[in-house]
């Protein structure tokens, strides 16, 4: 792929490189992903979405501000375990899982970042949430945006995790449909030797043998759809949806690729961006105190 290509599929989700997993081979997985659904301090429901989706949230605690989690591509809410249970005891805290994903419903077939964003949406009206912070990781970051426009009234800032490091790019469509194609060919092989590139060297083995089978384990037609849709997001339209927003973003990345803090600020005025450097895209599962440290000062900021 040509050079800008990859940058922007890096940006996305924080790779260095694309081409190599178009040749990698991954090897049988281990057991999936174990994500905590609801327990004994959460309580697990159900609301309908714009297009009449079942959406499944977690909702746990009290106070203000709520703060709302939003995984991203082919993950579920039980990439949050690790925030969920250390900040429900000073906030209300939600855990999406958007349409397609976890115990949410499926039958979308065009699986856009507005979409998705209604899916938030939806939840923040069946709970009557009017003081959200909304947390996004890598897909959830535009999805993020998405239902921040779509409930003005109700958001009160966004916090991207390893996304957002520059918000205004190009990339032509052919280099996305060579990605998707590779993908549509070879999804399980490509996905799990993908996931493995956003681990840094030195990573928890366990644990990137973990997410890669999980992610991998994916509903294909929701991936494919939803993964053409951010890269369409976050090479075109995103930079003119983020240029409507009424309020901040401040992004928690790893160091495996710089955010433009200049360029980003040419869009979203007030925009900061914090770095946990040696990680890799799943920082909050990495370096999980660090990571609840630096979101807990960033949503006091909002």
Not at 90 to 96: F, G, K, N, S
Not at 202 to 226: T, W
Request: negative net charge; hydrophobic residues 50%; charged residues 20%.
């Amino acid at each position: 792929m040509k050079r800008h290509a990859t940058a922007l599929i890096s940006s996305v989700l924080s790779l260095a490189a694309l081409v190599p997993i178009l040749a990698a081979v991954m090897a049988s997985p281990p057991a999936a992903f174990a994500g905590e659904a609801g327990t004994a301090e959460g309580v697990v429901r159900t609301t309908s979405s714009a297009d009449g989706i079942p959406i499944a949230y977690e909702i746990r605690g009290e106070g203000s501000p709520t703060i709302v989690f939003i995984h991203g591509w082919s993950c579920d809410r039980g990439y949050w375990r690790e925030q969920i249970g250390a900040f429900a005891p000073e906030h209300r805290v939600v855990a999406v899982d958007l349409a397609g994903h976890g115990a949410s419903g499926a039958g979308r077939q065009d699986c856009t970042m507005a979409a998705f964003g209604a899916d938030v949406a939806a939840v923040l009206a069946a709970e009557d949430i009017d003081d959200a912070i909304l947390v996004g990781h890598s897909m959830g970051g535009p999805v993020a945006v998405e239902a921040a426009l779509a409930a003005p009234d109700r958001v009160r800032g966004i916090v991207g995790v390893d996304n957002f490091q520059a918000f205004a790019q190009e990339v032509p469509q052919e280099q996305v449909d060579a990605f998707v194609g590779a993908l549509t060919a070879n999804f399980v092989p490509v996905v799990g030797s993908w996931v493995r590139m956003m681990f840094p060297a030195g990573a928890d083995s366990e644990l990137v043998a973990r997410v890669a089978a999980d992610m991998a384990a994916g509903d294909p037609q929701v991936g494919l759809s939803a993964i053409r849709h951010t890269l369409r997001w976050m090479g075109g339209g995103g930079a003119d949806r983020v240029r409507q927003l009424r309020v901040n973003i401040t992004t928690i990345s790893s160091d495996m690729q710089e955010t433009a803090v200049a360029a980003n600020r040419q869009l979203v005025p007030g925009f900061e961006a914090r770095i946990i450097p040696g990680t890799g895209h799943f920082l909050m599962l990495e370096r999980p105190e660090e990571f609840n440290r630096l979101l807990a000062a960033a949503v006091a900021e909002f």
